[in-house]
């Protein structure tokens, strides 16, 4: 398979630290991946980390000089997927919702390309009609769903939220980049 641009987006959930991974299996796999973070995943992995694996650098800001037009316009530019990892309980919403608050949430409203969405969060968030009906709308606008899967949780207790493992996550992206 040829090269594809991969944007991934990291929301601010403990389970960032397993985007690390999932960064570097997408590029070792060949694929230019351009990093966006928010504000929050910036709480549990650092941008010179995604940088390194990504090679390049990660976007943050929704005003950034370095793109003229906008990162939001420039960065979904011809990308072939966009992968979110973790997708948080909030991040679910504003993108179900039409909210465009931040950069991660401006580039899902401007983005083209096919979307793949790996849930992450407590059990009861992941119970939440709220969330159930925001996952229900991504669905039904075209998105994909990885997960979440049952196990050991950050809180301390078994359940389901527990994100992919990144390379459950890489085959999906790679079912994904198939299909286009």
Same mark, same amino acid.
């Not at 370095?66 to 037009?69: N, S």
């Not at 996952?135 to 669905?139: D, F, I, K, Q, Y």
């Given at each position: 398979m040829a090269q594809k641009r991969i944007l991934l987006g990291i929301a601010g959930g403990i389970a960032a630290y397993k985007a690390a991974d999932l960064c570097s299996? *997408? %590029?070792q796999a /060949? $694929? !230019?991946v351009q990093v #966006?973070? @928010? &504000?929050g995943a910036t709480q549990f992995i650092g941008e010179a980390t995604l940088a390194a694996l990504s090679g390049r650098p990660v976007a943050m800001e929704s005003f950034d000089s370095?793109?003229? *037009?906008g990162p $939001?316009?420039?960065l979904a530019k011809e990308i072939d997927a966009f992968v979110v990892a973790p997708a948080? %309980? &909030?991040v679910l919403a504003r993108f179900a919702n039409g909210v465009a608050d931040d950069l991660l949430s401006t580039l899902y409203l401007q983005n083209t390309a096919s979307v793949l969405l790996a849930p992450a969060m407590s059990d009861p968030m992941w119970s939440k009609p709220s969330v159930r009906r925001n #996952? %229900? @709308? *991504? #669905?039904e606008d /075209?998105? !994909?769903i990885v997960g979440p899967e049952k196990g050991w949780l950050s809180c301390r207790v078994q359940g389901i939220g527990r994100m992919s493992e990144p390379a459950k996550i890489l085959a999906a992206v790679t079912e994904i980049l198939g299909q286009s």
């Open positions: 299996k *997408l %590029a /060949g $694929h !230019q #966006v973070m @928010t &504000s370095r793109f003229p *037009l $939001h316009i420039e948080t %309980a &909030s #996952v %229900a @709308t *991504l #669905v /075209g998105c !994909q």
